[in-house]
């Protein structure tokens, strides 16, 4: 993978990902929604957050991908590297197959392709306010873009937590949660989204399209 950086091009191929999940900061909602998924179905967490290992083959910094059925969905999840010694920041989408969710969070998880923007921010430039970061995210509809998600990390667990449960070492790419779902989850075959950072002025952006590939039994 390469990636823009204010120091030049990033190349690297990470060897482990890791899919963080249960991320919100507060405790009680994180709880509610937990038995809201299960009244649905979706097992219950063994722990909170949890760190789901995935192959980092998933991740693509290509503008489509393929999923099976039409029952997936992606959203906006802020995007952790560890290469050479140092943290980068970035964005990607965990999309996740929302029908085999209801069999096992981990496995529909590994179900679908990760895709990753193409720029990153060195973590100790925007540690000290990350909080302040916007996360959004728009999916088309019938009636055009809509938008899906919108919050700031202050919503999440702070990264550093996340970088010390994990045990990010060289070679880590780790997708550390997300935001609500304005109007609730729900697929959509095209997505965009952006990390913003007031304090700097800067952005990133991913958009991405998946195709449905026919099941069949």
Request: proline fraction near 5%; charge should be negative; aromatic fraction near 6%.
């Amino acid at each position: 993978m390469q990636f823009k950086t204010a120091t030049g091009v990033l190349s690297c191929t990470p060897d482990r990902l890791i899919v963080a999940g249960w991320t919100g900061r507060d405790r009680a909602a994180v709880d509610h929604h937990i038995e809201e998924l299960a009244a649905i179905g979706v097992p219950t967490p063994s722990s909170v957050p949890l760190y789901y290992q995935c192959a980092p083959a998933l991740l693509t910094q290509e503008a489509s991908i393929q999923v099976l059925g039409d029952q997936s969905s992606g959203e906006a999840e802020p995007f952790l590297l560890k290469q050479d010694g140092r943290i980068w920041l970035g964005l990607a989408s965990d999309h996740t197959d929302r029908s085999l969710e209801t069999y096992s969070v981990a496995w529909s998880k590994q179900a679908c392709a990760k895709p990753v923007a193409d720029t990153l921010w060195l973590f100790e430039d925007v540690a000290d306010r990350l909080d302040s970061l916007t996360l959004q995210s728009w999916i088309r509809e019938s009636d055009g873009w809509v938008a899906y998600q919108e919050g700031t990390l202050a919503a999440m667990l702070p990264l550093q937590k996340l970088i010390d449960g994990a045990g990010l070492r060289d070679g880590t790419a780790m997708l550390c949660g997300t935001l609500p779902a304005i109007g609730g989850v729900r697929p959509s075959a095209e997505i965009r989204m952006k990390l913003e950072d007031p304090g700097s002025g800067q952005s990133i952006s991913l958009s991405y399209t998946s195709t449905f590939l026919d099941i069949v039994s």
